[in-house]
């Protein structure tokens, strides 16, 4: 069973860029959520897809936006990057919810020049 | 922010010694995870116990949970230098729809 696909893997981009980050969820997996981790920060959820529709969102600004496609492929998008963007970026897919954990993906790492 | 604070921050063991590590947390959930995550990559699911539960073993593992003192501890038996890793709990909060808070994490050095 393959997991949880990430891509790409490193990213460089500069200030006022714009970025897309894709993940594949492992398959019948219908969650996908989303993380951010920084040395300062630690882990912070971004948000959470459930068959297309967001089921939550974290305390983030609105230039970080996500959505789930009809295969439970997910995108996430940073508008106007800021250095303070730079982080690794996690996903995670359940069957359903938190009940039966998560598996998570290796991440990209986004660093903002 | 975090809603979690691990205990210790930073653990030194020799191969074969158990660890333990502990997690506080503030709000009421609906189940605690523990996760380990190696060098800046992925996490690694390891064990979840739901709100109702005091203790569950995995192999080598056992997580306790007191609800009462909002408090999961993580005991790691018989620790080979493989363990070494940094380990973070995460809370599924009642209401929170699915959104893991975690905590610090606690950086575990088996040494041979």
């Known amino acids: 069973k393959a997991g949880v696909t990430q891509t790409p893997r490193y990213l460089i981009k500069t200030r006022g860029q714009q970025v897309t980050l894709s993940c594949s969820p492992i398959s019948g997996h219908r969650s996908v959520s989303w993380y951010q981790q920084t040395p300062g920060q630690g882990l912070q959820f971004l948000f959470e897809y459930f068959s297309e529709t967001q089921r939550n969102k974290g305390n983030f600004p609105g230039r970080f936006s996500g959505r789930q496609f009809s295969n439970s492929r997910s995108e996430m998008n940073v508008s106007t990057l800021e250095l303070g963007d730079s982080a690794l970026y996690l996903c995670?897919?359940?069957?359903?919810?938190?009940?039966?954990?998560?598996?998570f993906g290796s991440g990209t790492r986004l660093t903002v020049v | 922010s975090q809603q979690g604070e691990e205990d210790p921050q930073a653990l030194s063991i020799q191969e074969g010694e158990n660890a333990t590590m502990n997690c506080s947390y503030k709000t009421s959930i609906n189940n605690l995870q523990w996760y380990r995550q190696n060098s800046g990559r992925g996490l690694v699911h390891l064990i979840l116990?739901?709100?109702n539960e005091r203790e569950k073993h995995s192999g080598r593992l056992r997580v306790t949970l007191d609800t009462s003192k909002k408090s999961s501890s993580l005991l790691i038996t018989a620790s080979r230098a493989a363990d070494t890793a940094s380990y973070f709990c995460?809370?599924?909060?009642w209401g929170g729809g699915n959104k893991l808070t975690f905590g610090t994490g606690t950086q575990l050095k088996v040494e041979l």
């Open positions: 995670a897919s359940s069957e359903r919810d938190s009940l039966y954990g998560y598996t």
């Open positions: 995460a809370t599924d909060a």
């Open positions: 116990i739901r709100s």
